[in-house]
């Protein structure tokens, strides 16, 4: 049996260099979600408030061009420091896009609606709640279960791992 763990991590990171999109998602993630923000509006703050308080991040909402990680250099640094993210973007490319979700990244949105707003909003909430869940991958293929329960790690579920329906029954049993 292969448990994955996560961390009790309690606040929401977004880096956005643009004031009114920061201000517009912080103010309705902690009104509409409750959920506490932790916004800055680059690289340099990213790296400061992780410093200060890594373990308390559960996700990261990532402007991919900013004033001082032009290139999307933010993505790599979060990948490197474990904090789940999602990337937002104010320009669509297929080819872009395709790259970041390769990084492990939990999606690639664009800033050109509304109806992005209120998307990263239900993304944001479902991966919430996700923490209080538990989720059982059962597969005989080590690899197709590994897989499986790292995806859905990424979104914050607590995973259980079983190779067959005798070792799921016991896990469910000692749950």
Known sequence: MVETRKVNMAKLLIVEDSKFF???????VESELGIPVIAVPNMAGAKSAIAKMKDDFFLALLDL?????????IVEYIRSEKIPSVVFT????EEMREDILAK????????????????????VNRIWNNRDLTAMVV????????????YLARYQF???????GKEALAL????
């Open 22 to 28: 920061s201000s517009l998602l912080v103010k309705k």
């Open 65 to 73: 061009t900013l004033p001082d990680a032009q290139d999307g250099e």
């Open 90 to 93: 104010g320009t669509f490319s």
């Open 104 to 123: 492990d990244v939990i999606d690639y949105v664009t800033k050109d609606s509304p109806s992005s707003v209120e998307y990263l909003l239900s993304l």
């Open 139 to 150: 597969d005989d293929s080590r690899t197709a279960r590994k897989m499986i329960a790292r």
């Open 158 to 164: 607590h995973v259980l791992e079983a190779a067959d």
């Open 172 to 175: 469910a049993d000692a749950s």
